[in-house]
Nanobody, 127 residues
Framework: QVQLVESGGGLVQAGGSLRLSCAAS????????MAWFRQAPGKEREFVAA????????RYVDSVKSRFTVSRDNAKNTVDLQMNSLKPEDTAVYYC????????????????????WGQGTQVTVSS
């Protein structure tokens, strides 16, 4: 089992940047593919970015490609989401999630694949 704690959210103007971080407990962090999801007010939670167990493969939703970068440090048990050129539509609660499946070759973009979730961190982008 792994516990996840997000940090780094806040209020930023459009065009600005934020870096979210997710700290994981446990000694098997490298066994989990990791992902970021977000939920805007009145909307369903959606996939944002995912990274494989080794960190060599990443996936992004089209709306954040070229603006967001997901990375991980297995020695420090952390996964980060660097968000640049932020837009008001990026406003949401951002969640870190861990997938314990060790067979999947590509990191999943499906919420049901992720068994462990953080509490979320609020990102607000003002226009």
């Amino acid at each position: 089992q792994v516990q996840l704690v997000e940090s780094g959210g806040g209020l930023v103007q459009a065009g600005g940047s934020l870096r979210l971080s997710c700290a994981a407990s446990g000694r098997t962090f490298g066994a989990y593919a990791m992902a970021w999801f977000r939920q805007a007010p009145g909307k369903e939670r959606e996939f944002v970015a995912a990274i494989s167990r080794s960190g060599t493969t990443t996936r992004y939703v089209d709306s954040v490609k070229s603006r967001f970068t997901v990375s991980r440090d297995n020695a420090k048990n952390t996964v980060d989401l660097q968000m640049n050129s932020l837009k008001p539509e990026d406003t949401a609660v951002y969640y870190c999630a861990a997938d314990p499946n060790t067979v999947r070759q590509l990191p999943s973009i499906t919420q049901s694949s992720y068994h462990y979730w953080g509490q979320g961190t609020q990102v607000t982008v003002s226009s």
